[in-house]
């Protein structure tokens, strides 16, 4: 492994200096490649040094744990593969590598199919790439970075240490947690950001990865205090971090909620990016002066926005809004989504949709409709052992109906693409003016 990184760098560093465009461009041949800085070699250390082992004994702790606190446990757990039920992970749990244990124990979360009851490290999982890619139309592309990397935007990753990102991303999808098909993709682009997934497979943790595009090749490190003024700004709304749950949480601790005023298209959008621990009292006063401004403008549109919502208390809305007003624009209005539509972020377009008639525009949800009747609240539980723990949701009886329905569809499906993540275009709004307000 050592002299394989050892020659990928090598090439990495021999490649010609010539700047190339931002434009996606023919894979060029090796000496045309830029070289790398920023990263100037790759640093390994034993994944012993940030993971403990996992016994029978952790594995034996958490299925007790979930047996007495998820309803469905019996039933999830008959309904799984043999080898990933968690009296058989017990069971083989002291035979495999490290990395292999935590992997195994990822997979026989998955078979919840339920994204509030995970299982989380506590390590490994706080740092992130200095690009931040999205998977458009099967490609993965990077659709912004911190200042130094801004000429990658716009180019498609071939491989990540040498392995097809496709293989990387299917790898991913084995570590996310998720209600349905959407949610795992969306998970998974979040873990190929951090270091995680590729110290699993590799058994080393590595401070950089070398990154190859069809125009680049380069080591781009790993930093644990990235923040989102880092990467480049797109005012025009918070896609510019795609599914970067790290950096979104930042954004939604800074800026909860809120609007913006279009005047040239006649549309005020209502932004919600959590609604978690918010106080009542300024949902009130927020709520009274968007209706205000709302009502004096008759002729605009009203977006109520979710795209980057990370779900919290459904509650918010009716605390901000009244029935009675939101009935009263439900002619003009509609709700967006997006992959990051997250719980409550999913909920309540699904709630506006059934009171009010809000036609949906978006993406299909990585969470379903009925999220609220099978994990309403979730709980964490603790296991010191190996500094990790689990999320496990009370499964309020609703089990099956979310397996029967696990995604929001939109009533206006559309499908992102690089002009939306920075700021060009607003397929969103696009499709509002066109379909539902016939501009």
Same mark, same amino acid.
């Given at each position: 492994?050592?002299?394989?990184?050892?020659?990928?760098?090598?090439?990495?560093?021999?490649?010609?200096?010539?700047?190339?465009?931002?434009?996606?461009?023919?894979?060029?041949?090796?000496?045309?490649?830029?070289?790398?800085?920023?990263?100037?070699?790759?640093?390994?250390?034993?994944?012993?040094?940030?993971?403990?082992?996992?016994?029978?004994?952790?594995?034996?702790?958490?299925?007790?744990?979930?047996?007495?606190?998820?309803?469905?446990?019996?039933?999830?757990?008959?309904?799984?593969?043999?080898?990933?039920?968690?009296?058989?992970?017990?069971?083989?749990?002291?035979?495999?590598?490290?990395?292999?244990?935590?992997?195994?124990?990822?997979?026989?979360?998955?078979?919840?199919?339920?994204?509030?009851?995970?299982?989380?490290?506590?390590?490994?999982?706080?740092?992130?790439?200095?690009?931040?890619?999205?998977?458009?139309?099967?490609?993965?592309?990077?659709?912004?970075?911190?200042?130094?990397?801004?000429?990658?935007?716009?180019?498609?990753?071939?491989?990540?240490?040498?392995?097809?990102?496709?293989?990387?991303?299917?790898?991913?999808?084995?570590?996310?947690? @998720? /209600?349905?098909?959407?949610?795992? =993709?969306? !998970? +998974?682009?979040?873990?190929?950001? $951090?270091?995680?997934?590729? #110290?699993?497979?590799?058994?080393?943790?590595?401070?950089?990865?070398?990154?190859?595009?069809?125009?680049?090749?380069?080591?781009?490190?790993?930093?644990?205090?990235?923040?989102?003024?880092?990467?480049?700004?797109?005012?025009?709304?918070?896609?510019?971090?795609?599914?970067?749950?790290?950096?979104?949480?930042?954004?939604?601790?800074?800026?909860?909620?809120?609007?913006?005023?279009?005047?040239?298209?006649?549309?005020?959008?209502?932004?919600?990016?959590?609604?978690?621990?918010?106080?009542?009292?300024?949902?009130?006063?927020?709520?009274?002066?968007?209706?205000?401004?709302?009502?004096?403008?008759?002729?605009?549109?009203?977006?109520?926005?979710?795209?980057?919502?990370?779900?919290?208390?459904?509650?918010?809305?009716?605390?901000?809004?009244? @029935? /009675?007003?939101?009935?009263?624009? =439900?002619? !003009? +209005?509609?709700?967006?989504?997006? $992959?990051?539509?997250?719980? #409550?972020?999913?909920?309540?377009?699904?709630?506006?949709?059934?009171?009010?008639?809000?036609?949906?525009?978006?993406?299909?949800?990585?969470?379903?409709?009925?999220?609220?009747?099978?994990?309403?609240?979730?709980?964490?539980?603790?296991?010191?052992?190996?500094?990790?723990?689990?999320?496990?949701?009370?499964?309020?009886?609703?089990?099956?109906?979310?397996?029967?329905?696990?995604?929001?569809?939109?009533?206006?499906?559309?499908?992102?693409?690089?002009?939306?993540?920075?700021?060009?275009?607003?397929?969103?709004?696009?499709?509002?003016?066109?379909?539902?307000?016939?501009?």
């Amino acid at each position: 492994m050592k002299r394989l990184s050892a020659i990928l760098l090598t090439i990495a560093l021999f490649a010609a200096a010539c700047q190339l465009g931002d434009r996606l461009t023919p894979p060029p041949t090796q000496c045309d490649l830029p070289q790398s800085v920023g990263a100037e070699q790759c640093v390994e250390k034993p994944l012993s040094d940030y993971l403990r082992p996992l016994t029978a004994a952790v594995v034996d702790d958490i299925a007790w744990y979930l047996d007495n606190s998820y309803l469905d446990y019996a039933e999830v757990q008959a309904a799984a593969a043999d080898d990933l039920r968690l009296r058989a992970v017990a069971a083989r749990i002291d035979s495999l590598s490290l990395g292999q244990q935590y992997l195994l124990l990822y997979r026989a979360f998955n078979q919840f199919n339920d994204a509030h009851t995970y299982f989380s490290l506590n390590r490994l999982n706080e740092s992130s790439l200095p690009i931040i890619f999205e998977r458009i139309e099967r490609s993965f592309v990077i659709i912004n970075s911190t200042s130094e990397w801004r000429h990658l935007i716009g180019q498609r990753i071939v491989s990540i240490d040498g392995c097809q990102i496709d293989d990387w991303y299917r790898r991913a999808c084995d570590l996310a947690a @998720a /209600d349905n098909d959407y949610g795992r =993709s969306r !998970r +998974a682009l979040d873990v190929l950001h $951090r270091p995680l997934v590729y #110290a699993l497979y590799d058994e080393v943790v590595k401070d950089s990865l070398l990154i190859e595009t069809e125009a680049f090749s380069g080591l781009l490190d790993f930093s644990a205090g990235r923040r989102p003024q880092q990467f480049l700004a797109n005012d025009y709304n918070n896609l510019r971090l795609g599914s970067n749950t790290i950096q979104l949480f930042k954004i939604a601790a800074r800026d909860p909620y809120g609007y913006r005023l279009d005047d040239e298209a006649k549309i005020i959008t209502i932004y919600f990016n959590s609604l978690s621990q918010l106080a009542s009292a300024d949902l009130v006063a927020f709520g009274e002066s968007l209706r205000h401004l709302i009502e004096s403008r008759l002729d605009y549109g009203v977006a109520f926005d979710f795209r980057t919502c990370l779900g919290g208390s459904a509650a918010a809305l009716s605390t901000a809004f009244s @029935a /009675d007003f939101l009935q009263s624009i =439900s002619d !003009r +209005a509609c709700s967006y989504v997006s $992959r990051n539509s997250m719980s #409550a972020g999913t909920l309540l377009p699904a709630q506006l949709r059934h009171l009010f008639g809000f036609k949906i525009i978006g993406e299909m949800t990585p969470y379903s409709e009925h999220t609220a009747y099978v994990s309403a609240t979730a709980d964490k539980y603790r296991i010191d052992a190996v500094d990790a723990a689990i999320s496990s949701s009370f499964s309020n009886g609703g089990y099956r109906a979310r397996l029967a329905e696990p995604a929001l569809c939109p009533d206006y499906l559309i499908s992102p693409q690089l002009a939306d993540y920075i700021g060009q275009t607003d397929s969103w709004q696009v499709t509002f003016r066109r379909e539902i307000l016939r501009r």
